[in-house]
């Protein structure tokens, strides 16, 4: 028999220093290893056994899982595929006496989402000594037993199973006693004290034994109690149990101080021989926390709460023994049954935060596993998503869930998700447990900026400083960072020929837009500049914007004066017949303004006049009129200051000076040339007849031209105008335009000048109007041909400039037709003179 025992135990031995590793039919895989092994043991290469690519572990994120809230006793080691020992192992702490110890857990692999489960079988190794309950075990017997009496002993209790637990008892050789084993029903062995020889009290009172218990592991491991013997008078009946086992089954919500069950034995001896007592003869340590015996009376109870996801199932030995240590067993098998008492567990396996906003519907975005510690449909669990969010849960494998998305994100709308799953499972009443996952969406470059407005105006004054602000654009972008940062730019363009960066430049961090140079509003009245507004991201976007730019006029242009020729630039008279009535039209003074709006509204004034209230101007209109009659007593020389005024502010203005001659013939010309000789200094008469000696030598060497002189006689040439032309096109400027009601270029008057053809000056002209208020010519004037140069040099004053001496001494000898023969050398006389001291 013991040899083959000893065979059984070198079969276990032999199994357990190996790893078995046996694939199942559902690519699952199963290892059989021994407890103990140290942390980071290899216990099979399970990336081999299932046909994984060790290379891709990592990036699948393999990982163990474990069944409930079990400790993670495994881990895999990703670079090899090999699952290594991650916890100290003891077969006898996590399946206590149960003869199959079984570990199930998972092996988790992401991209796309599989499980593997593998079952872990924990073999036993003999790595617990036997012990015994009590250190003494005290016999009394009585001298009258015979020989061949067998006592029961105390079990030796091993938390080993199998061959390592329990197989042998050692009795130290003595001349009484022997040991004999036996097995019990459920694979244990126990010894009984046999009276070999018979006891003599009057020989020995007491004896002192040590029994041995041998359990079958290699080495073999032992442990001793002692055995005291009394001896005393006959006891010849040990107690017998009512039952051979007690079968009790228990909720697992059983409160404290529950009474299990009570065992009850009885001994046919009497008096006190017939005295029984309980005690636990065989019970694990988890066992005896739980439960406690009452050693009278046989009531279990159970002293801490039960649990029926640590333990299902408690089997116990409870012993009766008589006051003189006769003894007998029974079996107390106590089943725990489940109560909803567990609410299920969410766990967050995986979840991929944050997720850009462009995800695909039906994208992953994490795992979830759910577990619930009860069982069958205390165990049955359903999760669900509870908010109404772009989000489900989709079942996969298991207990797993796979959180996908059911709609289009759009950061700029929802940033965050705060997502409440929750849990329930199918216990009466059912449990449920709920976990928020915050969920953040990562931002894509999806929003091009965008303009606070569809255009923008800018109104710049002239004449504005380099550099000075013109206006801000603005553009938002709703992405987020770099995304939403918005630089401003110019796009390329021409304003008049020149590159628009020429006229402008833009902050680009600020959409501020600044002038580069002064602006000129009569050469430039408004351009536009197209603004571009891109942001920073990859690929980046972009709009655009129109800005008008419009320079406002200022005051920056004088009026400037056409007619007549502003004073010191030509020299004009206008000749004013005696008879002209009291509002007849004399002459008219035309101005403009480059400026623009009431800046060019120009007005006309009287600043000095040598007959004041003779002559008016039209504030407006810039037409000379006679206030009165003109009579004898006025002056025939009439000097005339007027000014224009522009409506700028402040207002700008010029001066002009009209020359006037009250006379009905220029036969009377004579007395004003000698009054004005007179005046003039001998230095300058001396030039003149320098001059004159010239002109009359110049004028004999012609001769022949004077045959020529009746036939001029005859024509009348015109001086300055013919027909409706106001003003010879050398007094306008160009690049001069017209405003309405301003300048004074729009008149229903239209000038011409006319000299007498008797006449031997021709310094002056009468002015001719269309206006039914001006005053007729003198029927015996005639045009003459002549160049408004010819009538530079007199001030109107009554006194000759340089070159009005000679100028109008020369037409009293000279008829008017000869007169552009000879001005080109009075021209040359007149630039030689020296200006007047």
């Given at each position: 028999m013991e040899d083959k025992r000893y065979s059984a135990a070198a079969l276990t031995l032999g199994?357990?220093?190996?790893?078995?590793?046996?694939?199942?039919?559902?690519?699952?895989?199963?290892?059989?290893?021994?407890?103990?092994?140290?942390?980071?043991?290899?216990?099979?290469?399970?990336?081999?056994?299932?046909?994984?690519?060790?290379?891709?572990?990592?990036?699948?994120?393999a990982r163990i899982d474990t069944e409930g809230n079990r400790k993670r006793y495994c881990d895999i080691n990703v670079n090899t595929g090999e699952l290594t020992v991650a916890e100290r192992i003891d077969r006898e702490e996590i399946c206590s006496d149960a003869v199959s110890c079984v570990l199930h857990c998972e092996l988790v692999l992401e991209g796309p989402l599989v499980l593997h489960r593998i079952t872990l079988n924990i073999d036993d190794v003999n790595d617990n000594f036997p012990s015994f309950q009590r250190d003494v075990i005290k016999i009394e017997l009585s001298e009258s037993v015979v020989k061949g009496t067998r006592f029961r002993l105390d079990e030796a209790h091993d938390a080993d199973i199998g061959i390592n637990t329990v197989q042998n008892y050692h009795l130290q050789r003595n001349e009484y006693f022997i040991v004999s084993v036996h097995s019990n029903t459920d694979g244990g062995v126990y010894c009984e004290l046999v009276l070999d020889k018979e006891l003599d009290r009057e020989q020995q009172q007491e004896l002192t034994l040590t029994l041995t218990a041998v359990d079958g592991g290699t080495p073999p491991r032992s442990g001793t109690v002692v055995i005291h013997v009394t001896v005393l008078d006959a006891n010849d009946n040990a107690p017998v149990f009512s039952q051979s086992v007690y079968k009790v089954s228990l909720p697992e919500n059983s409160p404290l101080n529950t009474v299990v069950l009570t065992v009850s034995a009885t001994d046919a001896d009497e008096g006190a021989n017939g005295e029984i007592t309980y005690d636990f003869s065989r019970i694990s340590d988890k066992a005896r926390s739980i439960f406690s015996l009452d050693h009278k009376t046989g009531r279990v109870k159970i002293i801490k709460s039960l649990d029926y996801e640590e333990d299902s199932k408690f089997e116990i030995r409870i012993q009766a023994m008589d006051s003189f240590g006769l003894k007998s067993d029974t079996k107390l098998s106590v089943s725990v049954t489940d109560v909803n008492d567990n609410a299920p567990v969410i766990i967050m396996k995986s979840i991929h935060s944050p997720i850009p906003e462009d995800a695909l519907i039906g994208a992953e975005v994490g795992i979830i596993n759910v577990q619930d510690r009860d069982s069958e449909k205390n165990g049955q669990v359903h999760c669900s998503v509870q908010q109404s969010v772009p989000f489900k849960l989709v079942p996969s494998i298991k207990n797993y869930y796979s959180l996908v998305t059911t709609g289009e994100l759009d950061r700029e709308l929802v940033s965050d998700y705060n997502i409440t799953i929750t849990a329930s499972d199918e216990g009466s009443p059912p449990l449920s447990s709920s976990k928020t996952l915050h969920l953040s969406v990562a931002d894509v470059n999806d929003n091009p900026p965008v303009f606070e407005e569809q255009s923008y105006s800018a109104h710049v004054k002239e004449n504005n400083k380099a550099g000075s602000s013109v206006c801000r654009v603005a553009a938002r972008d709703p992405d987020w960072r770099q995304n939403g940062t918005v630089v401003y730019s110019l796009s390329p363009s021409d304003v008049s020929g020149a590159p628009v960066s020429s006229f402008v430049s833009i902050n680009g961090d600020t959409g501020v837009l600044h002038a580069v140079r002064s602006f000129d509003y009569e050469q430039l009245k408004s351009f536009k500049v197209l603004v571009l507004a891109r942001d920073n991201g990859s690929p980046p976007l972009s709009s655009n914007v129109s800005v008008s730019v419009w320079i406002g006029d200022e005051n920056d242009n004088s009026p400037q004066i056409l007619y007549p020729s502003p004073e010191g630039h030509s020299f004009m008279t206008e000749m004013v017949p005696k008879a002209a009535q009291s509002g007849s039209l004399v002459s008219k003074v035309i101005a403009v303004d480059a400026d623009s709006g009431q800046n060019a509204w120009l007005s006309y004034h009287m600043v000095k006049a040598t007959e004041p209230g003779l002559f008016t101007i039209g504030e407006h209109s810039g037409e000379i009129r006679t206030q009165r009659d003109i009579s004898e007593s006025d002056h025939m020389k009439q000097n005339l200051v007027l000014s224009v005024r522009d409506n700028g502010q402040p207002s700008l203005s010029v001066t002009c000076t009209v020359y006037l001659l009250i006379s009905d013939n220029l036969a009377e010309l004579p007395e004003l040339k000698d009054m004005s000789y007179e005046e003039s200094s001998s230095k300058l008469t001396f030039y003149l007849i320098i001059a004159l000696v010239s002109v009359s030598t110049f004028f004999l060497t012609f001769i022949i031209i004077v045959l020529a002189v009746r036939f001029c006689h005859r024509r009348k040439s015109r001086l300055l105008f013919d027909g409706a032309v106001a003003i010879p096109s050398a007094y306008l400027p160009p690049n001069y335009a017209e405003v309405e009601g301003a300048g004074t270029l729009r008149s229903s008057y239209n000038y011409d000048a006319y000299l007498t053809t008797g006449s031997r000056t021709s310094d002056f002209k009468f002015i001719t109007s269309y206006s039914d208020r001006t005053l007729p010519a003198d029927p015996t004037l005639k045009k003459t041909h002549a160049s408004v140069e010819d009538l530079e040099g007199f001030d109107g004053a009554g006194n000759d400039s340089q070159f009005a001496g000679v100028h109008g001494f020369t037409t009293l000898f000279i008829p008017p037709c000869l007169l552009p023969l000879i001005y080109p050398f009075i021209q040359i006389i007149n630039e030689v003179i020296p200006e007047k001291e």
């Open positions: 199994f357990c220093l190996f790893v078995v590793a046996a694939r199942s039919a559902f690519g699952d895989v199963s290892y059989s290893f021994p407890e103990e092994m140290k942390r980071g043991s290899v216990i099979g290469n399970v990336a081999k056994d299932l046909g994984l690519d060790v290379n891709r572990l990592s990036a699948r994120k």
